[in-house]
């Protein structure tokens, strides 16, 4: 099955620089790569996904990028706040079955100090 | 405000106890997955239903646990009898899928149950 690996596993970062997390995926028929941040006390809620057709993608102060060949892809936040700060969580949707799955990263929590 | 409703928030049971979690997912949604969070395991797929069958349990202790979609409104995850090692937080999340895949976009996730087996 498909294997998420995630670094690293803790991020400080002052206010205003940028953060960057990195998963590495396992199944090379992987499609789908989404990244969910989590608050405390709170469920993984989506903040940006990508697809195997596209190699990089932006939404405000996130991106994420794919390399299909390297199996990888990375999630950058810019200019960081205090409201960043939360577990982000990388995932894999497996290949060509019609019943695959998302498999997670074990999670990076990311601490932006003012 | 569309939302996975979760009960109960908070369990504290003694080891051998029956414990069962509710879900709720978003109406209109057709799959629904259970997970449990640890430190250790980080999110862990136990049961997914789409369009309330059961395809895919493998993750889940099969001699203690037990998944169910009564209807299409509720989801139920059972745990007996329950064991020290069972102490995590047990999330449901529910999605749309389209096509002939069990989920092609986005996991709506409910706030969790907190599950303490002393």
């Known amino acids: 099955g498909e294997n998420v690996e995630q670094h690293p596993s803790t991020l400080s970062v002052q206010e205003g620089d940028s953060a960057v997390i990195k998963c590495t995926y396992s199944?090379?028929?992987?499609?789908?790569f989404p990244w969910y941040k989590q608050e405390l006390g709170k469920g993984p809620q989506l903040i940006i996904d990508i697809r195997s057709n596209v190699g990089e993608k932006k939404d405000q102060r996130i991106a994420v990028t794919l390399n299909k060949t390297a199996k990888h892809f990375s999630l950058h936040i810019t200019e960081t706040q205090p409201e960043d700060s939360a577990v982000y969580f990388c995932?894999?949707?497996?290949?060509?079955?019609?019943?695959?799955?998302?498999?997670f990263g074990k999670g990076t929590m990311l601490l932006v100090s003012p | 405000d569309a939302r996975v409703t979760q009960t109960p928030r908070h369990k504290v049971t003694e080891m051998g106890q029956e414990v069962t979690m509710r879900c709720q997912p978003i109406?209109?949604?057709?799959?629904v997955f259970w997970y449990r969070q640890t430190m250790m395991q980080g999110l862990e797929l136990l049961a997914y239903f789409r369009n309330r069958a059961p395809l895919d349990d493998s993750g889940m202790p099969k001699d203690r646990f037990s998944a169910e979609m009564p209807d299409a409104t509720l989801a139920t995850l059972k745990i007996q009898p329950s064991e020290p090692r069972d102490s995590a937080v047990y999330f449901c999340?529910?999605?749309?899928?389209?096509?002939?895949?069990?989920?092609?976009?986005?996991?709506?996730f409910g706030e969790g149950s907190r599950l303490t087996v002393l």
């Open positions: 995932a894999a949707k497996g290949g060509d079955s019609g019943y695959s799955t998302l498999t």
């Open positions: 109406l209109g949604h057709n799959t």
């Open positions: 199944d090379s028929a992987s499609n789908y």
């Open positions: 999340a529910s999605g749309l899928s389209l096509g002939g895949g069990p989920n092609t976009g986005e996991l709506f």
